[in-house]
């Protein structure tokens, strides 16, 4: 697989209300250690949550790739390093979605096909 360069990565395009509705809906799948849910979204694939971390990290090498939908993101996000050696892809961790401060956004990666 050949790794295109960042600004080739496509744009999850969703309206406020649909960011809303979707990261809802995402927060309500049960969550299955070691696996990474990519979505097909017509022309290029979407993964979120803490697997989208787990992509940036691994496969772009960089966590400047990582959108944030339905909100800001985490106010303070670990270094890679220490994220990588104690997270897991589609583990318990909440991967930026929900704050005890308030609405976080949901971590949201794209790939072209």
Known sequence: MVLESKTDAPELALDSSSQAG???WFQSLPQAA???RFFDRKGFYSIHGESAL???RDFYRTLAVVKYL???PPSSTPPP???AAKQTPGGSSNGGSSSSSGKVGLASVTLNR
């Open 70 to 72: 339905g909100g800001p």
């Open 54 to 56: 787990f992509i940036a």
């Open 34 to 36: 070691h696996v990474i």
């Open 22 to 24: 979707f990261c809802k």
């Open 81 to 83: 390093a220490a994220t």
